[in-house]
Structures are given as structure tokens and as C-alpha cells.
């Protein structure tokens, strides 16, 4: 008889067919256990310490705070091992994350079977990255050393939400920051970007494949 341990998981995800899809995909070997679910970074980070998962996965593209923004909160309170499952098959979004602090990228298109090689993989504190997003990242990568580079992990986090059209106040409420602060990171984003509105700055985003057209 199998007398070894289940991995206790959480997952967040803005949509609930997709966790429902992703439980019953996770639990049917017998060797992991969901024991919580999030849709939001917000509701991820305000339930961990209750769930104690041994790994989080996590969606990037969610309303609010976001998937990168929710990983740097809960790996640096709660030194959690994440393992992002994401639709973004770039490169910039996996550097971002795993400076964030994640263990692990995973592609949505990924085979089951590779999705429990990674958990495995997070589970026991390793790396593990998307064998096609490695190719990327060890060849350049997509966009490599240009301008996106330059930006610091809190304005990659404001960028992404001005890319998808998200006022400065609404940026200031999410992330906790005040208008005046978020104001200043528009000014050194559009700076380093060489943009001069917040329409370029989705143009950026959409040439980069950091959003959806």
C-alpha cells in the first residue's frame, strides 16, 4: 500500500471551471490533494496560512492585484512554493516571475503528465520551467535586452495593468499605493519605454505578447 504523503495544493484562478477542470485532472492519480481555492491574488494571500499548502498554482491574468504581484506577497510573508500556470508563452512573464520568487512556469497547453512532473518538482523546492519557454529564455528570448528590461518589478506590475487600460487610481486601490506614487511610476515607465501615452503603452504590451489583442 502507498503510504506516501499527498501534496496538499491550492489553486487560484480567476475561473471556476477551470479550477473544477484543474481538481479533478490533480486528484484522479491519488497523489495530490486540493486543499483550497482562490479566484483572485487577494483572496490567495488573505487564505494561505489557513489552507498551508505545499504548493500554490497560480494563474497570471487575474482581475486585481494579479498572479505576479499575489507571488511576491506570499513567497516574501510566507516563503511559499509556487508553481505559475499561464496562457503568456513569453519570456519576459517567467523572468518576472520567478524574480518575484516562483519555482516554477508551466505552459496552460502542457500535457497532464507534465503538470505533475512540475508540481513534484516545486513540491521538493526545485526549479522547474516549460521545456519550450527554456528553449526561449536560452536562446534570448523574445524582446531580449530591450526596453522592458530596464523596468523595476513594481513597474512591470503598473505597466501591465496601464496596458490593459486601468486608471491611475484603480493601479493606486489594487497595489496599494497612493495616486501620486503611481503617477510617478507612469512618468519613468513611459520614460524607459520611450512612450508617450497610455495607448502606446498597450501597443508595447501587444507587440511583446504580454496581452491579449
Known sequence: MNTQRRIRVMLVDDHAVVRVGFRMLLETGGEVEVVGEAESGEAAYREFAQVAPDVVIMDLSMPGMGGIEAVRRLVLRDQARILVLSAHEDTTHPQRVFKAGALGYLSKRSA???????????????????????????????????????????????????????????????????????????????????AGNQAELTLIALRNGLIDA
Do not use: C, M, W
Open 112 to 194: 497532464p503528465e507534465e503538470l505533475i512532473d512540475a508540481l513534484r518538482a516545486v513540491a521538493a523546492g526545485r526549479i522547474y520551467v516549460d521545456a519550450e519557454i527554456a528553449r526561449k529564455l536560452a536562446a534570448g528570448g523574445i524582446g531580449a535586452g530591450n526596453a522592458l528590461e530596464g523596468l523595476s518589478e513594481r513597474e512591470f506590475s503598473v505597466f501591465l495593468k496601464l496596458a490593459h487600460g486601468e486608471s491611475v487610481q484603480t493601479i493606486a486601490q489594487v497595489l496599494s499605493l497612493s495616486p501620486n506614487t503611481v503617477g510617478t511610476h507612469l512618468y519613468n515607465i513611459k520614460q524607459k519605454l520611450g
